[in-house]
T-cell receptor, first 113, second 116 residues
Framework: ETGVTQSPTHLIKTRGQQVTLRCSSQSGHNTVSWYQQALGQGPQFIFQYYREEENGRGNFPPRFSGLQFPNYSSELNVNALELDDSALYLC????????????FGSGTRLTVV | KQEVTQIPAALSVPEGENLVLNCSFTDSAIYNLQWFRQDPGKGLTSLLLIQSSQREQTSGRLNASLDKSSGRSTLYIAASQPGDSATYLCAVPLLVYNNAGNMLTFGGGTRLMVKP
């Protein structure tokens, strides 16, 4: 049984660019949740995808968008990058809408310069 | 809006001490509360999950308690070791989503250093 994998592990982008981050959910899980964690802070919920549909969204602007594929892997897209988007982006997968088996990936460290 | 606060923000203790980390939340209508551990630059590992009907959970040297009425949870670490050095985060489900609660609101964390 594989865990949650995220790619890339690190990347550097320039302000105004667009970025795509990827998350492969744990085997058997059909729900992916994305979080943003700024340095020295707790993670903040961005959105969740369940069975390829957005199931909930936190307080993030529309330039943060996502997608879930039939194999339940997911992408997070951020357009028009700002310096404040620099953070660790975490995804977590689970089965359905319960907290059981909630598993985090190791994250993608995004630096915007 | 649910807000989660953790005190202290940082803690440094000598090896062997027993310690308590605190977590408070503003709305007591929670389904559960979870404690996580995060090593530097890494993802989160779940330590303990307390359902709203429970008052505490134990795993090895860790014990977490939950008092919904006062909006508080504590994580007790017995006989601390250098390997316990990490950031500890508590989380509760977002209020606006009235489901089983796997969209989480986190506290800011307590950064723990245990010195040999």
């Amino acid at each position: 049984e594989t865990g949650v994998t995220q790619s890339p592990t690190h990347l550097i982008k320039t302000r105004g660019q667009q970025v795509t981050l990827r998350c492969s959910s744990q085997s058997g899980h059909n729900t992916v949740s994305w979080y943003q964690q700024a340095l020295g802070q707790g993670p903040q919920f961005i959105f969740q995808y369940y069975r390829e549909e957005e199931n909930g969204r936190g307080n993030f602007p529309p330039r943060f968008s996502g997608l879930q594929f039939p194999n339940y892997s997911s992408e997070l897209n951020v357009n028009a990058l700002e310096l404040d988007d620099s953070a660790l982006y975490l995804c977590a997968s689970s089965l359905g809408l319960t907290i059981d088996g909630y598993t985090f990936g190791s994250g993608t460290r995004l630096t915007v310069v | 809006k649910q807000e989660v606060t953790q005190i202290p923000a940082a803690l440094s203790v000598p090896e062997g001490e027993n310690l308590v980390l605190n977590c408070s939340f503003t709305d007591s209508a929670i389904y559960n509360l979870q404690w996580f551990r995060q090593d530097p630059g890494k993802g989160l590992t779940s330590l303990l999950l307390i359902q709203s009907s429970q008052r505490e959970q134990t795993s090895g040297r860790l014990n977490a308690s939950l008092d919904k009425s006062s909006g508080r949870s504590t994580l007790y670490i017995a006989a601390s070791q250098p390997g316990d050095s990490a950031t500890y985060l508590c989380a509760v489900p977002l209020l606006v989503y009235n489901n089983a609660g796997n969209m989480l609101t986190f506290g800011g964390g307590t950064r723990l250093m245990v010195k040999p």
